[in-house]
Every structure is written in C-alpha cells, then in structure tokens.
C-alpha cells in the first residue's frame, strides 16, 4: 500500500499524464500506475516512492490532436518534470525538463500545481 499521497491539479489548458509506483498484492508486486489528468482536473495519487512524474505520453488520439492543435506537436512523448513530497539534494520539490512549464508544491498542503509559465 501506498504510504505517500499528493494533490496533484493541472491547471494547464491540455491533459497531461502523472506516473508513480505503486504497491499491489500485499506488498509483493510494484508497477507504474499512470493517470491521464484533464485541464483543471484535481486527482489524489499515492506513491511508493514518494516521487512523481509528468509526461505527455498521451495514447488518446483526441488529446493529441488537442496537444498538436495548440502547437506542441514537438512536445508529444516527453518527460515534463517530478515532483517529490520532500526534498532532493540537487533540487528542491520539483525539477522541470521542459523550461515553459513549472510545478509548485506546496509541501505543508501536499499539493501540486502544474501549469505553464
């Protein structure tokens, strides 16, 4: 089970996803869970690790079009940035790949907000 959670809300204009690992059958087996999190979509999400990860690794066909139609036809299939529910040596909460997008989390609340800058 897990035994860390975060808030987690897209407050940018597409969808984008969030991965984590997650404890199934009693502890025995971990996989990746991903969710996919619309525009101003607030989800909770538990974590092994305590670490998540944004992508767009999108395989709905109708968000990608929306991705392309906004102009990151380029940004399709990438690493975006994590978030950790507490600190890393080389970064504070969270770290971006990509420069036009940021995460603030709020480490008292437990929330992530993710969005363009």
């Known amino acids: 089970m897990s035994e860390h959670f975060a808030t987690f809300i897209n407050n940018f204009t597409l969808s984008i996803v ?3 690992w997650q404890t199934l059958c ?3 087996i971990s996989e ?3 969710i996919t999190v619309k525009p101003g979509e ?9 670490e998540w990860l944004i992508n767009s ?13 906004a102009g990151y036809k380029s940004s399709l299939g990438q690493y975006i940035g994590k978030f950790r529910d507490s600190p890393c040596i080389r970064s504070d ?25």
């Open 32 to 34: 990746m869970k991903r």
């Open 93 to 117: 909460y969270s770290w971006m790949y990509r420069d036009e997008f940021v995460i603030v989390y709020d480490k008292a609340e437990k929330v992530a907000i993710f969005s363009k800058k």
């Open 26 to 28: 009693f502890g025995l």
């Open 42 to 50: 607030k989800i909770i999400m538990g974590s092994d690790t305590g």
């Open 57 to 69: 690794f999108i395989f709905d066909k109708d968000i990608c079009d929306q991705w392309i139609a």
């Open 18 to 20: 969030i991965e984590t």
